[in-house]
């Protein structure tokens, strides 16, 4: 059974079909790089796939539970948003007992837990330092570690390496391959390819509620060579018609030529 398993997924804002018949089948232990040019639609997905946004159409199943059921969707999914939700007057450790609370773990786990991945991450604060004060590599840190603190099967996680300088995006990489290898799923929607060039299994490029490619990152550029560039950016920008160094490109999104139907490359 695929940890992630979704059939014509469809989200609809009035006028606005920002997920159109999305179909994923994400395999238990692999880690899924969602790519797509701004306002392709991604966090939409992500924010059905974890039980926040009614799907209009379509249905999904993450970790085995439908999404619609969120009790118990709930234990087995961990969601990182692009912007956390922290508390700014919250110590780091005050931040994870008041999440480790919220799902029924008890304070003496959440510190051993806490410790264990504090450390893990090199993350280096004071007892009373407070999250006000901290950077935003910081800041990625103690959100990621409440978003894993509970062992979920499938991580969901939104932009987490934006911000960060390269030795933070670095180790926050090196700990997605290794949730992967310890069995977790991970969902990573990104717009910095080479973050899903190191650390992805497969990758899906998202354009216009779509899938428009999908496979390994090295299926994807050995496409790409064979047209004119050979890498992953040059496959993202194949099937997008969008720069993906550039932040908003939503609007020339939505006025450009976009990709055919066949243009889906099923490599
Ligand atoms: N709550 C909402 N109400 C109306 N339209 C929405 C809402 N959320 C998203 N949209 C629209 O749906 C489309 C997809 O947006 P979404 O945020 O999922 O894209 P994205 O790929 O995550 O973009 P980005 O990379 O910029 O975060 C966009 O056209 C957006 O304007």
């Known amino acids: 059974m695929p940890a992630i398993d979704a059939s014509d997924l469809t989200k609809r804002y009035g006028d606005t079909l920002a997920v159109d018949a999305l179909s994923l089948s994400v395999p238990e232990g692999t880690v899924y790089g969602f790519l ?35 009790a118990a969707l709930r234990p087995r999914i961990g969601y990182m ?10 110590t780091a450790f005050e931040q994870l007992e008041y999440v480790g609370g919220l799902r029924g773990i008890d304070a003496e786990a959440v510190r ?7 450390e893990d991450l090199g993350l280096d604060v004071g007892p009373s330092d407070r999250i006000d004060d901290f950077s935003k590599g910081m800041r990625q840190k103690v959100a990621y570690a409440q978003t894993v603190l509970h062992d979920p099967a499938v991580v969901f996680l939104d932009e987490p390496t934006s911000g960060l300088d390269p030795r933070a995006a670095r180790t926050l990489r090196d700990r997605i391959r290794r949730l992967a290898d310890g069995g977790t799923t991970v969902f990573l929607s990104t717009h910095i390819l080479p973050v899903v060039e190191e650390a992805a299994d497969a990758v899906g490029i998202l354009y216009e509620g779509s899938l428009v490619a999908e496979g390994s990152p090295d299926e994807l550029v050995a496409r790409a060579e064979e047209g004119e560039g050979g890498t992953l950016e040059d496959a993202f920008l194949d099937v997008t018609d969008a720069d993906p160094t550039e932040s908003d490109r939503s609007d020339d999104a939505e006025n450009g030529d976009g990709p055919h139907e066949e243009s889906t490359l099923d490599v």
């Open 36 to 70: 797509g040019p701004n306002g392709a639609g991604k966090t939409t997905t992500m924010r059905m796939l974890t039980g926040l946004s009614k799907p209009t159409a379509g249905t999904a199943a993450v970790g085995g539970a439908p999404v619609t059921d969120r």
């Open 81 to 90: 948003p692009e912007e956390p939700p922290l508390y700014d007057q919250a």
């Open 112 to 118: 051993a837990r806490g410790e264990e991945l504090f």
